[in-house]
Structure formats: structure tokens, C-alpha cells
């Protein structure tokens, strides 16, 4: 089905043809926005009127002659100094929401005009390592990322850069090669606990073993060598712990209720092939300059506290390879390989700096520029405890991601139970919504906020039924589902002759800037903008539902169009919801 045309956006069209007709020549925006007002007011007059060294009021009043009102614009006025206040006829939005109806499968939101190919890289966890808070916003953020550019029909090439290489595997691989039974089995036959529970009993021993026998130490450190000149025995045993770590990776995103494709898994050992001829192209093109042994790229603006530059290492002066080899590696992977148009990193805001210096050096060398491909860093910030500080245990240890999802989800699983009073549920349905709401209210309180941002993670917050949490919404969404099924055989439909109630109007315009939302979030790459919408959407519907009776109301024709603004509502919230990841239950 085509897309529909807003309101907003058929009002703004009159406007500018309006602005334009009044002063020729000038790049006419009318600045139209939601106004507590009238429906929307447009302030675009005023900068205007002074640009052209007009009256703004006078302007104003030209501008409001030439709009024809009667079928979109009921009423337009002058206010103040010259803005405009927009009131939309009753018909023009039941018939807009109708159109928006029809589209079942997306709402009327159009695909972007000229998609492009984005690498995302984000949800990066370490091979052989328990994935803690840190990797929470890295992978929830950008899967609500993923989802939205997705749904506006982006061409999305997912990237999970895990740790999968570097000195710490020659001490593991030599404790495997000298104790294979640790991980003797086939990978069907753990689960993902178990999984994390053979690496971190491995990585104890290997540990312990190479603190305290200076023989066992030169065997690994031996084995390190092995491993980067490509030894198969070597590089069998390494492949032991990525597979290992797969089956635990698997486990905790089947939990965040994330699709986590194994072809979509490439780390650091991905591009290890390409790290000589990075190192070549930017030796020989002299973005990169020998310093002390080492290859280095310098920045007139990034120095240090002393004055003197920051360089960025490319390659080590024992000849080894850095992060930023590897990372470069990848930009020209991303570019010249996946033919990407845009590299977006969902990175902790700490490593700015380092991705600063790494998108500038390959802009120096060509192989980005903001005109064709551009590369940007979506920063997120901490996540912080209750008091404020980094969250941490109460034994100052870094919060395991399964224990707080699983605290989340327990939480959850007691609020749905608490408000089951007629026991509709069966228990499997308690523990199955349960992990639906908890894993909702953890990625939602994450994505509530702009992802530069640092947050509090707070449980009790995150699982209320009031205020801005996931859970509002999903109980908003199911009691419209509850609405619509006690319906019987009365169906939804739209029936623009009938005038709205205020609540009506309120509810109908916010939905139908569904899709103006949707184009913002993925363009600007923010979910938050989207968590804003649907809070106030669940709001709206709130205030409607408490005003305006819908099984009860006044004639056959008006229950009709309030069941098709309620069910309408429930499909933008599904659907707006689930750009975010996060499931809406039927019932709870």
C-alpha cells in the first residue's frame, strides 16, 4: 500500500505554498508544531517577516487569505505577533487514521526515499569472558537501531566485533593443549551457563597456573607466537574457546530476546589477513609515519596534557598489531567489501577518542568521506546503581548481565502474578509474560533515555506500572486488546461524520505522527525519540479512555470509530514497541 501523507505534513504544504506565494523568492518554512493552542501552530512567520524586513503580523495575515480551509483546515488565525494557530477538521483526521488502518502491515509509514547500505557494529562481548552490565547498552541499543533503520528499509548489515584474539589466548590454549578434557564435549551438549561456567573455571586455573610456574608462563607465551603465525594445531584450540563462548553468547541474547546470527559474528581474528596492507597503504601514503619504531598517524588537535601529540598506534614497535590496525581494517572491510554507505559504532562514549583518531586517519586515506561514506560513533554512557556510581555489587564486582536479567525477570514474573486477581493465567503464562515484561522494562529504561547519556538502573522503577516504563505501555496495550475481544461481534470502523470528542482529537493526531517519529528515530539513530511517543501515546489513550465511554458510548456509529481508535492505537503501540525489541502480551 502506498504511504499516507500526515496531517501535519499536507498542513505544512499548504503553508509553504501559502509563504512562498506571499514573498517569492524565499526558502519558506513555516516551523508548523503540536500546540496546546490549536492543533498545531507554525512560528516560521516571525524569522521571516524580519529576514524579508516585512511586518510579521501583516505577513501573517497574506499568508492566512491564501489558504483555502473546509476539508483539512477548519480554522486558522493570527496570534501574538504574527503566529499562526491550525485547528484540522474532525473528518480529515478519522480519514487519515482510516488510511493508516488499511495499512496493516505499516501503518502508512513510507520507506526512506533513497536508502543506503549501514554497517552497525554493537553488542561486542569477549570470547572467554562473562558479559557484564557494560555490554547491556551496546546491545540493546543497537538492536532498536538495527529494527528501525530495517523498518524504514535500510539495507542493514549486522557486525558483533567480539574480542576473540589477542596475548591473553596463548596462557588458555596451552592450559587446553595440556588438559583437553576441560572442554572434551560437543556443543550441543552444554547449555549456555554451563558453557561460561567451563571458561571461567579454565580461565581460574590457566591463571593460576601461569602466576606461580615460570615454565608453564614461556609455554604460553611461546603459544602466543603460534597463534598469530597461524599454527592449525594452535588455531584449533582457539576455535575450542570461540565455540564454547558462542553457546554462552547465544543464551544471554536468546534472553534479551535478540536475534544474534552467527554469520553476522566476525572479531578482531576476522581481519587479522588484512592488517599488513593496512599498515602498507597508510605507510606508503604517509598518513602513517614511523616514531620510535612504531607506525603512528598524528592529529594537529589531539595532544596530550604536556602539549605534545597523541599519536594513534597502528602497529607496535615489536611489530605487533594494535585495536586500531584491526579497527581500520575493518572500515575498509565495511567500505570496499560490504559497499556500506554509513559505519555506525554503538561504542562505550570512553573510546571516543579512539574512534575519533581511527575515522580521521581513514578519511586521510581515503577510504572514507562524509560525501559517499560516512563513519559515526553512537557514544553511550554508564550505567550507573541507585547511588549514582558505576552499578557494581555490593562487593565492588562488575554486575553479571544473566544475574541482573535474571533479578529483572523475577521482579516482572511477581507483578504479573500480583495483578492476575482472577487467575486467568496458568503458570506457564505467569513465567512467560513474566520474562516478556522484565526483559521489556530493562531494554525500555535503557532506551528511555538519550544513549549519551548516563543512567540509574533501578529495578523498582523499571517494573511499576506507573510513569515511564515499558510495563505502562504493555498494560495500556493489553487493555485495548481486552477492550476489543469484549466487542463480541461489534467491529471496528472508522466513521469520519461524526464529530470527536476532545480526547478523541488529542489520541488521533499523536497517532498520526507515527511515522514522522519513526523517520526521525532511525535518521538520527534515537530510539529515545521513539520511547517519548509511545509514552505519550499510552498517556493520550489513558486520558481518552477515561473520558470517552467506547462500549457504552452514545450510538452504534460512535462505539464503531472508538473500537477503530482503540485498535488502531493497540497495532502503533505493537508496532512501535517491538522497533524497540520489546514484546506487547495480549493480556496480563
Not at 524580519?50 to 495575515?61: G, V
Not at 598524528?298 to 602539549?307: E, R, T, V
Not at 567500505?335 to 580521521?360: C, G, I, P, T, W
Amino acid at each position: 500500500m502506498a504511504s499516507v501523507t500526515s496531517l501535519s505534513a499536507s498542513v505544512e504544504q499548504q503553508l509553504t505554498s501559502a509563504i512562498s506565494a506571499a514573498l517569492p523568492e524565499t526558502d519558506a518554512d513555516p516551523l508548523l508544531r503540536r500546540s496546546d493552542r490549536a492543533d498545531f501552530q507554525a512560528n516560521g512567520i516571525l524569522a521571516l517577516a524580519k529576514k524579508a524586513k516585512a511586518n510579521p503580523r501583516e505577513l501573517a495575515t497574506q499568508v492566512v487569505a491564501r489558504i483555502t480551509t473546509g476539508d483539512v483546515i477548519k480554522d486558522i488565525e493570527v496570534s501574538g505577533p504574527g503566529f499562526l494557530n491550525i485547528t484540522i477538521t474532525d473528518k480529515a483526521i478519522t480519514e487519515i487514521l482510516a488510511a493508516r488502518y488499511a495499512d496493516t502491515a505499516r501503518l502508512g509509514v513510507p520507506y526512506a526515499d533513497a536508502p543506503g547500505t549501514t554497517v552497525i557494529d554493537y553488542a561486542q562481548p569477549n570470547v572467554a569472558k562473562e558479559m557484564h552490565v557494560g555490554h547491556l547498552r551496546s546491545a540493546v541499543i543497537g538492536d532498536a537501531v538495527v529494527q528501525l533503520l530495517e523498518f524504514t528499509g535500510e539495507n542493514v548489515v549486522r557486525r558483533h566485533h567480539i574480542g576473540d584474539w589477542g596475548t591473553q589466548f596463548g596462557m588458555l590454549i596451552q592450559y587446553l593443549d595440556e588438559h583437553p578434557h576441560e572442554l572434551d564435549h560437543e556443543a550441543s551438549e552444554v547449555s549456555g551457563e554451563e558453557a561460561m561456567s567451563n571458561l571461567d573455571r579454565l580461565y581460574k586455573s590457566a591463571r593460576k597456573l601461569f602466576d606461580s610456574d615460570e615454565e608453564f608462563k614461556t609455554r604460553a607465551r611461546r603459544r602466543v607466537v603460534d597463534l598469530q603465525a597461524g599454527d592449525p594445531h594452535t588455531l584449533a584450540m582457539w576455535q575450542k574457546f570461540v565455540d564454547e563462548s558462542k553457546i554462552y553468547f547465544f543464551s544471554v541474547f536468546e534472553k534479551l530476546d535478540m536475534e544474534v546470527r552467527d554469520p553476522d559474528i566476525i572479531g578482531e581474528s576476522g581481519y587479522n589477513d588484512m592488517l599488513a596492507e593496512t599498515c602498507r597503504l597508510l605507510e606508503e601514503s604517509g598518513v602513517a609515519v614511523r616514531s620510535e619504531g612504531a607506525l603512528c598517524v598524528f592529529f594537529d588537535d589531539i595532544k596530550g596534557p604536556d602539549g605534545n601529540p597523541v599519536p594513534l598506534i597502528v602497529q607496535k614497535s615489536d611489530g605487533g598489531y594494535g585495536y586500531a590496525a584491526t579497527d581500520l581494517s575493518a572500515v575498509r572491510d565495511r567500505v570496499f567489501n560490504l559497499k556500506a554507505n554509513s559505519l555506525l559504532y554503538v561504542v562505550d562514549a570512553r573510546q571516543s577518542l579512539h574512534f575519533k583518531m581511527v575515522f580521521e586517519t581513514a578519511r586521510k586515506a581515503g577510504w572514507l568521506n562524509d560525501e559517499d561514506v560516512k563513519a559515526y560513533q553512537l557514544a553511550f554512557g554508564t550505567v550507573l546503581g541507585k547511588d549514582g556510581k558505576p552499578f557494581k555489587t555490593r562487593e565492588g564486582e562488575t554486575v553479571r548481565l544473566v544475574d541482573l536479567l535474571d533479578e529483572a525477570i523475577d521482579r516482572a514474573t511477581a507483578v504479573v502474578r500480583e495483578k492476575d486477581t482472577q487467575d486467568q493465567l496458568s503458570e506457564e503464562e505467569i513465567a512467560e509474560r513474566g520474562a516478556q515484561v522484565g526483559i521489556g522494562a530493562v531494554k525500555y529504561a535503557d532506551l528511555s533515555t538519550s544513549a549519551n547519556r548516563d543512567y540509574k538502573f533501578d529495578l523498582d522503577q523499571m517494573v511499576s506500572l506507573n510513569g515511564d516504563t515499558s510495563v505502562y505501555l504493555q498494560y495500556a496495550y493489553a487493555r485495548i486488546r481486552s477492550i476489543l475481544r469484549k466487542a463480541g461481534e461489534t467491529r471496528p470502523q472508522p466513521h469520519p461524520e461524526l464529530a470527536l470528542h476532545e480526547a478523541e482529537r488529542a489520541l488521533g493526531l499523536h497517532v498520526d505522527a507515527f511515522a514522522e517519529t519513526v523517520a526521525e528515530a532511525a535518521t538520527e539513530y534515537a530510539p529515545h525519540k521513539m520511547t517519548a511517543y509511545l509514552y505519550q501515546l499510552a498517556s493520550l489513550y489513558t486520558s481518552f479512555y477515561d473520558k470517552c465511554p467506547v462500549l457504552k458510548a452514545e450510538s452504534p456509529a460512535q462505539i464503531e470509530n472508538r473500537l477503530f481508535l482503540c485498535d488502531l492505537t493497540a497495532r502503533t503501540l505493537h508496532q512501535g514497541m517491538a522497533l524497540l525489541g520489546i514484546r506487547t502480551p495480549e493480556r496480563l
